[in-house]
């Protein structure tokens, strides 16, 4: 009789930080679990138990008494790999490579047996040791640039109406006259007029007292010989006389400007000396107060704003200060591409900045902390543009991409491959192998679904904006009804705007995250915002950072891999592509062809993505949780 002692998984215990490694005999060989952690793609391994006994190792388990006995002067680590070779004869893959903590170490002498659970020993080690540590940006110690000077454009909107000429208006210093003389629309019989003092189509002047008079329309009504301004026997229903009207106007700017000679500092026309710093301040502005209005001629004037502050860091820079040590470099095609690959044009975000808003709000106190930590803001990033991170050993990158980029496989072009094919009765003709089951059934169409991942609506919230919460909401009768996942994001905000606008509702410390062009310059973009004006049109705002306001964020990333096909954003009817909520129950089937977790795995049900995975070292056989 031949007795084969090959065995398919070895297994290997280092005593001097895996320099070298001394085989085990094992009393029961452990599983590998594979799993993947909130906020990450990569899967992560954790090893069962590991138990070994004296006299099937006398050596290394001697070894590792002396070590844990003296374990104060011990400076290397003690190391464990799982080693698979293929057909009992070739090294293939090291599936699991860890180190083993004092903690996880238990000795019996009595018996001479040696346990313990060892811990997954690759650049995750050192993230999980680091991910707290706390960061501050605005500190001048420490080694980045902080001093980055951004300019956001803005264009004023002319905000106009008429005023009786015996209304007295101040006229402004460093201003001629606050009105100017108009000519009024003259009435005519026929015309539809609409009550209303400030639009300018409802006053008109009388022919028959050669526009010595202005009068304005209260009351809604058809232009009739009865209702004829001065004149008809019911004029005074439907008319007001006035001295002839004046036009007035100002312009208005949401944000602080240089435009024209003047600076328009505080917003809205309305000059406020010293906030926040320009280059060159006009001399000849004053402080206006609100209520006057100038500017007669009412062209809009466009201007820029510098933003000088030693609180903006790069978002890549910042990133890569938090590595520090990691042997880790920041890398995403997703923030760094000329081309976007979700939204295939112009990437908007490939210079980004984190700008402390005490900074914006030129509050530049030792009160201002900056402080954030690598696993918060990570976090934020992602949970913000439907991203996840991972760490690529390969190249040593720590690695930020959209969703879109693992659903296709690790890129953002091809999809995800089929690795295995359990419908493939050549290579797997042992059906009852296929599936999980104790009763020795063969069914693999059982499933449910996933039930914290069927919301009726999922709500974003953000810190210091104009922004409500905004929201996806789902159609399905199938969403739980009230369920709602909720979003929020702590680190930073985006509303630029709003934070040097209302700087005195807004906090001091924390950061806005702002969206730049290669200049630097912040880039604007219609935000839904809008306003109606004294004509009755609707203005829509190109809004500063625009493309970071919720409903551009949502519109532009959140449309993929959602729960149901249809909803809304924001009371929008839109369509979006689905997740994968269905989970089938654990299917079991021997390793007959390399595996790979990243790889769909294909059954009765269909296409698979693996959501965790466990191989028996014993029997080579792997269970794994797939989602559809």
């Excluded at 699991?96 to 313990?116: C, H, M, Q, R």
């Excluded at 954030?372 to 992602?382: E, K, M, P, T």
């Excluded at 009852?432 to 039930?451: A, E, L």
Aim: charge should be negative; proline fraction near 4%.
């Amino acid at each position: 009789m031949i007795i084969c002692s090959a065995k398919k998984y070895r297994y290997f215990l280092s005593t001097d930080g895996g320099n070298n490694y001394v085989e085990l005999k094992l009393v029961k060989n452990p599983s590998i679990k594979l799993s993947k952690q909130k906020g990450s793609y990569d899967f992560r391994a954790s090893c069962g138990e590991v138990k070994f006994v004296y006299y099937e190792n006398p050596g290394i388990y001697s070894s590792m008494v002396s070590r844990v006995q003296n374990y104060s002067a011990q400076t290397h680590k003690i190391k464990f790999k799982i080693e698979l070779w293929e057909n009992y004869t070739a090294l293939t893959s090291t599936p699991y490579d860890g180190y083993v903590p004092l903690a996880a170490i238990k000795v019996n002498e009595d018996t001479g047996t040696i346990s313990f659970t060892p811990t997954e020993d690759n650049k995750y080690e050192w993230y999980e040791a680091h991910k707290s540590d706390k960061h501050d940006f605005i500190n001048s110690d420490l080694p980045l640039n902080r001093m980055n000077t951004l300019v956001y454009d803005v264009i004023t909107t002319t905000e106009e109406y008429y005023i009786p000429d015996d209304i007295t208006h101040s006229a402004p210093h460093g201003f001629s006259t606050s009105c100017s003389g108009i000519t009024l629309q003259a009435w005519n019989i026929g015309n539809n007029y609409t009550g209303g003092y400030y639009q300018w189509e409802n006053w008109v002047r009388h022919t028959g007292n050669n526009g010595s008079k202005a009068y304005y329309c209260y009351s809604d009504h058809e232009a009739t010989a009865d209702t004829e301004p001065g004149v008809g026997v019911n004029w005074a229903d439907y008319w007001e006389e006035y001295n002839l009207s004046k036009y007035v106007a100002r312009q208005i700017a949401d944000l602080p400007l240089t435009a024209g000679g003047h600076d328009y500092l505080h917003g809205n026309g309305v000059f406020e000396e010293g906030f926040p710093a320009v280059i060159t301040p006009d001399t000849g502005a004053t402080n206006c107060d609100p209520f006057y209005y100038y500017y007669p001629t009412c062209s809009p004037e466009s201007g820029t704003m510098n933003l000088v502050t030693d609180g903006s860091v790069y978002v890549e820079d910042a990133i890569n200060h938090m590595l520090t040590g990691s042997g880790l470099a920041f890398y995403s095609q997703f923030f760094s591409d000329a081309t976007n690959p979700v939204t295939g044009i112009t990437n908007k975000l490939n210079h980004l900045y984190m700008v402390h808003k005490a900074f914006i709000k030129k509050i530049e106190d030792s009160s201002s902390k900056g402080e954030v930590s690598l696993q918060d803001y990570i976090a934020d990033l992602c949970e913000t543009f439907e991203c996840f991170w991972f760490i690529d050993e390969t190249n040593s990158y720590f690695r930020i991409e959209h969703q879109m980029y693992f659903e296709n496989g690790f890129n953002y072009t091809g999809s995800q491959a089929i690795g295995i094919d359990l419908t493939d009765i050549v290579t797997y003709p042992v059906k009852v192998n296929t599936v999980y089951d104790g009763s020795g059934g063969i069914d693999d169409r059982q499933y449910d679904f996933i039930g914290d991942e069927i919301p009726e609506k999922e709500t974003f919230a953000v810190l210091d904006s104009f922004d409500y919460d905004n929201f996806i909401q789902y159609d399905s009768a199938f969403t739980k009804t009230g369920e709602i996942k909720k979003h929020q994001i702590n680190t930073f905000s985006t509303d630029f705007g709003y934070v040097i606008k209302y700087r005195a509702k807004t906090a001091d410390d924390g950061y806005c995250l702002i969206a730049c062009d290669a200049a630097k310059k912040i880039l604007n973009r219609d935000a839904e915002m809008r306003f109606i004006n004294y004509r009755g049109g609707q203005v829509f705002l190109s809004y500063p950072n625009g493309d970071l306001m919720w409903n551009n964020i949502l519109n532009d990333f959140w449309i993929y891999y959602r729960h149901f096909t249809t909803g809304t954003i924001n009371y929008i009817p839109k369509t979006f592509t689905t997740k994968r909520i269905k989970k089938q129950r654990p299917v079991n089937f021997p390793r007959l062809a390399s595996f790979d977790p990243y790889e769909l795995i294909k059954t009765n049900l269909g296409n698979g993505q693996i959501s965790t995975a466990e191989i028996d070292t014993d029997t080579d056989f792997i269970k794994a949780t797939l989602l559809y």
